[in-house]
């Protein structure tokens, strides 16, 4: 009596699924490594390598040594390679002993200081350059991180010397006068926009101007110069209890603006991620006619972000006033407000992002000085080094084309940090008619 069979085959081996999925196709890798070398982070890196090199480039061409060996390149091209060897690996190492570690110094502390002062330098960049991504995640060109930097370092300095508070409530009161600042600067800018239409732009450019000249007329007061110092540019010393703590001792300049450089990196990426704002925010800025159809309110999301980013802006200048230099005068903001759209556009407007662009452009400040003082360097070579990355950054299309990388797909949506997949065949399509079987 044979065993009833259930088909006319042989029954299938059943697969394990998790050996399916250890084995990728060729074409899956291919669209990995496709889609890795598409990614931004890529082309970020790729820029500032290109940067380097271009500035290699001016580095060679601005030493006389090389320029002399390479007259004779042909005849004795070793003399050429060592020259220029020696020249910039002086120069390099002399940025990384200004800006990370001082491998030649005679004591700890001056072996150790030039990684503070790169953390120092970065804080206000940090800050400011968060301000100034936000508003480009909204589809906003906030230009006026300058002047909402200056009403912040107004508001902090006022508090810090008019009020006579306990420590710890007087710093962070000290602080929220910096936000508070920035964020009715950025609040102008964002109102006009949103009710009115002007061009946030136009309108951030002609605020810098407005607070640089307020703030040559506020140093004339005596609420900020004392008696009888109408006459200096310069304003008194913050109290004790409204400085930033230092983080190092007395011997570094590092404080604990940092950490509250961190805790805003932080504060922005759950704002833009996880909050219902910061959704708001993020479809403002891809779509503002969907945003509006969805029912979000496009002038309300606009004047929110302005005021948002001028706050950060504002906190920023608590940094050389509360921190650093511990007064104010009229070069307090200095170049941090325009430096922050570097840093923003190097960061991809991600918090991630713009803190480690932060701590490079602090770097690159740090390092400057220290790499002037290598032969036949000059500073300058470090505004260079800054003004490649920002147009190799500025111009993906260039970077993709020195090295040949592939072109990024980009998604409906238009965001550049998301990975493009392929569109699915519709779920709803009507499937084939089957044919219909014959009679026996």
Same mark, same amino acid.
């Given at each position: 009596?044979?065993?009833?069979?259930?088909?006319?085959?042989?029954?299938?081996?059943?697969?394990?699924?998790?050996?399916?999925?250890?084995?990728?196709?060729?074409?899956?890798?291919?669209?990995?490594?496709?889609?890795?070398?598409?990614?931004? /982070?890529?082309?970020?890196?790729?820029?500032?390598?290109?940067?380097?090199?271009?500035?290699?480039?001016?580095i060679l061409a601005a030493d006389s040594q090389v320029?002399?060996?390479?007259?004779?390149?042909?005849?004795?091209?070793?003399?050429?390679?060592?020259?220029?060897?020696?020249?910039?690996?002086?120069?390099?190492?002399?940025?990384?002993?200004?800006?990370?570690?001082?491998?030649?110094?005679?004591?700890?502390?001056?072996?150790?200081?030039?990684?503070?002062?790169?953390?120092?330098?970065?804080?206000?960049?940090?800050?400011?350059?968060?301000?100034?991504?936000?508003?480009?995640?909204?589809?906003?060109?906030?230009?006026?991180?300058?002047?909402?930097?200056?009403?912040?370092?107004?508001?902090?300095?006022?508090?810090?010397?008019?009020?006579?508070?306990?420590?710890?409530?007087?710093?962070?009161?000290?602080?929220?006068?910096?936000?508070?600042?920035?964020?009715?600067?950025?609040?102008?800018?964002?109102?006009?926009?949103?009710?009115?239409?002007?061009?946030?732009?136009?309108?951030?450019?002609?605020?810098?101007?407005?607070?640089?000249?307020?703030?040559?007329?506020?140093?004339?007061?005596?609420?900020?110069?004392?008696?009888?110092?109408?006459?200096?540019?310069?304003?008194?010393?913050?109290?004790?209890?409204?400085?930033?703590?230092?983080?190092?001792?007395?011997?570094?300049?590092?404080?604990?603006?940092?950490?509250?450089?961190?805790?805003?990196?932080?504060?922005?990426?759950?704002?833009?991620?996880?909050?219902?704002?910061?959704?708001?925010?993020?479809?403002?800025?891809?779509?503002?006619?969907?945003?509006?159809?969805?029912?979000?309110?496009?002038?309300?999301?606009?004047?929110?972000?302005?005021?948002?980013?001028?706050?950060?802006?504002?906190?920023?200048?608590?940094?050389?006033?509360?921190?650093?230099?511990?007064?104010?005068?009229?070069?307090v903001a200095g170049t941090i407000g325009f430096d922050?759209?570097?840093?923003?556009?190097?960061?991809?407007?991600?918090?991630?992002?713009?803190?480690?662009?932060?701590?490079?452009?602090?770097?690159?400040?740090?390092?400057?000085?220290?790499?002037?003082?290598?032969?036949?360097?000059?500073?300058?070579?470090?505004?260079?080094?800054?003004?490649?990355?920002?147009?190799?950054?500025?111009?993906?299309?260039?970077?993709?084309?020195?090295?040949?990388?592939?072109?990024?797909?980009?998604?409906?949506?238009?965001?550049?940090?998301?990975?493009?997949?392929?569109?699915?065949a519709p779920a709803t399509a009507p499937a084939p008619?089957?044919?219909? /079987?014959?009679?026996?």
């Open positions: 009596m044979s065993t009833p069979s259930t088909g006319s085959g042989t029954a299938p081996t059943p697969t394990d699924p998790s050996e399916e999925r250890s084995a990728p196709s060729p074409s899956s890798q291919s669209a990995l490594l496709r889609q890795v070398a598409s990614s931004p /982070a890529v082309v970020g890196l790729l820029a500032i390598l290109a940067a380097l090199v271009l500035s290699s480039i001016l320029r002399y060996t390479a007259g004779y390149l042909l005849n004795r091209p070793g003399d050429f390679l060592h020259a220029a060897g020696s020249t910039l690996s002086e120069a390099y190492s002399s940025l990384l002993r200004g800006s990370v570690l001082d491998w030649r110094a005679t004591t700890g502390v001056r072996m150790i200081r030039p990684i503070t002062d790169t953390l120092t330098n970065a804080t206000p960049l940090i800050i400011a350059g968060l301000g100034v991504a936000v508003a480009f995640r909204a589809g906003l060109f906030n230009i006026g991180g300058q002047g909402q930097m200056i009403l912040g370092a107004i508001t902090a300095c006022y508090v810090g010397i008019a009020w006579n508070l306990p420590p710890v409530v007087h710093l962070l009161l000290a602080v929220f006068g910096a936000a508070l600042g920035g964020l009715l600067w950025g609040g102008i800018a964002g109102v006009l926009k949103a009710r009115t239409g002007a061009n946030e732009v136009i309108v951030t450019i002609m605020l810098n101007s407005i607070a640089a000249h307020l703030l040559s007329q506020v140093l004339s007061l005596k609420a900020f110069n004392g008696e009888g110092e109408t006459g200096n540019r310069k304003s008194l010393t913050v109290a004790d209890s409204a400085q930033y703590p230092s983080l190092a001792g007395s011997s570094f300049r590092l404080h604990a603006g940092f950490l509250l450089a961190l805790l805003a990196a932080a504060a922005v990426w759950w704002l833009m991620e996880r909050s219902r704002l910061g959704f708001q925010l993020r479809a403002t800025g891809l779509n503002p006619d969907a945003a509006r159809t969805a029912g979000m309110s496009v002038p309300r999301v606009t004047s929110l972000v302005m005021m948002i980013s001028g706050a950060l802006c504002g906190i920023a200048a608590s940094a050389p006033v509360l921190g650093t230099q511990k007064s104010m005068d009229e070069s922050a759209i570097t840093v923003a556009l190097l960061g991809r407007s991600r918090p991630v992002g713009t803190v480690l662009a932060g701590l490079l452009f602090g770097a690159l400040r740090a390092g400057g000085t220290a790499m002037q003082a290598a032969p036949g360097t000059h500073i300058k070579i470090v505004l260079v080094l800054q003004s490649t990355i920002v147009l190799f950054i500025a111009a993906p299309p260039l970077v993709r084309a020195i090295f040949r990388l592939p072109e990024r797909r980009e998604t409906r949506g238009g965001d550049p940090s998301s990975a493009s997949v392929p569109a699915a008619a089957a044919p219909a /079987a014959k009679e026996a």
